[in-house]
T-cell receptor
Framework: DTAVSQTPKYLVTQMGNDKSIKCEQN?????MYWYKQDSKKFLKIMFS???????INETVPNRFSPKSPDKAHLNLHINSLELGDSAVYFC????????????????FGPGTRLLVL | AQSVTQPDIHITVSEGASLELRCNYS??????LFWYVQSPGQGLQLLLK??????LVQGIKGFEAEFKRSQSSFNLRKPSVHWSDAAEYFC???????????FGAGTILRVKS
């Protein structure tokens, strides 16, 4: 009964490839997020979707494209992978993105460790 | 825009000793504040959060944190550390109604027996 799950857990690939990371939450939340944790463990938000609509889009290369087929899923597609894309990518979800405070608490998945060779 | 500073990159404490991890934030209004813990190779687990009301908040695993507006701080404390507490701890601040969490750089806690 995992709350926020990500697949795969580990991903090793060559430069130039295209890959996807999947995220699913079974919490009934409306809002989902992607964060990138770099080699120095610094966490930074990339995207946020609320009910399948993009609400946060930080300065991320357009090689990264999130896709939300429904509000329980937010997948991350990465085209033409580069060495600098190596990181841990975390998915998170919250009940909503605004409103009463308790609805904004974010719950994180286990992370996907991406290594680009 | 909000920002978070965790001044200590590493902290080592003896098992059974008390712990305080520092967190300072910058935000123009009253923020939402969080502490998350990341064990090696694991995801982020929410320890506790502050939204409003009582400035001393209790979390899981015996942790607590105190919001001090005058010092722009939200330090995490535990009276007696256990070896299983060894992990990396992240403080985060969220803007109300915007839901973009900004994280500190993390503090690595080592526990010696």
């Amino acid at each position: 009964d995992t709350a926020v799950s990500q697949t795969p857990k580990y991903l090793v690939t060559q430069m130039g490839n295209d890959k996807s990371i999947k995220c699913e939450q079974n919490l009934g939340h409306d809002t989902m997020y992607w964060y990138k944790q770099d080699s120095k463990k610094f966490l930074k938000i990339m995207f946020s979707y609320n009910n399948k609509e993009l609400i946060i889009n930080e300065t991320v290369p357009n090689r990264f494209s999130p896709k939300s087929p429904d509000k329980a899923h937010l997948n991350l597609h990465i085209n033409s992978l580069e060495l600098g894309d190596s990181a841990v990518y975390f998915c998170a979800s919250s009940l909503s993105f605004e409103g009463p405070a308790t609805q904004e608490t974010q719950y994180f998945g286990p992370g996907t460790r991406l290594l680009v060779l | 825009a909000q920002s978070v500073t965790q001044p200590d990159i590493h902290i080592t404490v003896s098992e059974g000793a008390s712990l305080e991890l520092r967190c300072n934030y910058s935000y123009g209004a009253t923020p939402y504040l969080f502490w998350y813990v990341q064990s090696p190779g694991q995801g982020l687990q929410l320890l506790l959060k502050y939204f409003s009301g009582d400035t001393l908040v209790q979390g899981i695993k015996g942790f607590e944190a105190e919001f001090k507006r005058s010092q722009s701080s939200f330090n995490l404390r535990k009276p007696s550390v256990h070896w299983s507490d060894a992990a990396e701890y992240f403080c985060a601040v969220g803007a109300r109604g915007g839901n973009k969490l900004v994280f500190g750089a993390g503090t690595i806690l080592r526990v010696k027996s």
